[in-house]
């Protein structure tokens, strides 16, 4: 049973707990999850930057592709270097389609004789005939329907999960390996959605309430919902699919061609990359950037920003309050020859011209354990 406005929606292993923890259920993406506990957003976003937070991010997609041509079937279909994907190292890539655009975007890891893809909840049903429908050669695709998946993220992160798992503090940033946690086989990657150190875990569902509450008990940890995440990611300047990527979004108007590695971008062979070669060597015609509101005011998805003669030149995607930062963030698209950092721009709310700046992302440092 989910709170009024949740009814239908699917529940995680860890629902239970997030009622017995005060959270406030909301639908998202088909699942009744916490935007918030009774700490609130500001509070929860400011625990994972000084100390840690544990997020349930049960709602992904876990997928398993396995099969001797696994890793030539899914490079046909996303633009990463898998074949050159250390086992135990994870990337992050997206799917794309014949024009370059994103249709999800994804975390790859090589586990040894499988590869584990990690997608959005939102995406995975159209990600899984995507994969079904074009995976060509000896692969088997498994949807891992029986495990949860949640987000330990902030600087005090390593030694809390060391705790109960020694060893996990050793890992660098993108190793994904099997962690043993409290006498249950995980897979523990060192990554997250926060721009904080921190792990994510994929554990059996069964599990996954007794390993929260392990966590939860630690004093330097509690529980954090969608609203924090979602400031967290922004001013860490991640990208929201749906929002700041879709469809109709290239890699390189996105500002992600850091994903493509070399050999991919020189040899192509995944949908789209003729129009994705051709902006690496020309350049897109539009471009993400980071932007900063001149007032306290913020400036939402769907504003229209215009250059200063008051012409149409782009549009937010996502915006906020930055905690962190202590005021208002947000990112957009505008023209290439406007996406340089300090453009004076404004965006229009209710009407009103607000004046805002470009700014370089990310609007907080990462903090990022490279070793």
């Given at each position: ?10 529940e995680t292993a860890l ?245 493509i590695q070399k050999r ?108």
């Open positions: 049973m989910g709170e009024p406005g949740t009814a239908g929606q699917k629902f239970t707990l997030h009622q017995e923890l005060g959270g406030k259920i909301v639908p998202f993406a088909g699942y009744a999850l916490p935007v918030q506990y009774p700490a609130g957003i500001m509070a929860e976003h400011k625990q994972t930057r000084d100390s840690a937070g544990l997020f349930d991010v049960s709602h992904m997609g876990q997928l398993k592709l396995a099969g001797a041509d696994r890793v030539a079937a899914l490079e046909a279909l996303v633009p990463a270097d898998l074949a050159g994907l250390a086992v135990g190292r994870q990337r992050y890539s997206f799917f794309t389609n014949d024009d370059g655009g994103i249709l999800d975007d994804l975390m790859i890891s090589n586990q040894g004789d499988w590869l584990f893809l990690v997608v959005n909840a939102a995406c995975k049903e159209a990600d899984i005939a995507h994969l079904k429908a074009n995976l060509k050669g000896d692969v088997t695709l498994t949807e891992l329907t029986d495990r949860a998946l949640m987000a330990l993220q902030g600087p005090k992160a390593a030694a809390v999960l060391a705790r109960l798992a020694p060893g996990v503090e050793a890992m660098k940033f993108m190793d994904c390996k099997p962690v043993e946690i409290d006498g249950t086989a995980c897979i523990v990657s060192r990554s997250g959605y926060t721009g904080e150190d921190g792990y994510e875990i994929s554990v059996p569902a069964e599990a996954a309430d007794a390993l929260a509450r392990h966590l939860l008990a630690a004093e330097e940890v509690m529980p954090i919902g969608l609203g924090a995440r979602d400031s967290l990611r922004l001013e860490a300047g991640l990208c929201l699919y749906g929002h700041d990527i879709d469809t109709a979004t290239t890699p390189v108007e996105a500002d992600l061609t850091w994903a991919r971008r020189e040899g192509g062979g995944f949908p789209g990359a003729a129009v994705v070669q051709k902006q690496l060597a020309e350049g897109a015609p539009r471009r993400r950037v980071g932007l900063l509101p001149e007032g306290r005011a913020p400036i939402r998805e769907g504003a229209v920003l215009q250059d200063g003669e008051g012409r149409d030149v782009g549009k937010v995607t996502s915006g906020g309050f930055g905690p962190t930062v202590g005021g208002p963030v947000a990112m957009g698209y505008v023209t290439a020859d406007l996406a340089a950092e300090g453009t004076a721009l404004q965006a229009v709310v209710r009407g009103k011209a607000l004046p805002c700046k470009v700014a370089a992302l990310p609007f907080a440092k990462h903090n990022y354990f490279r070793g």
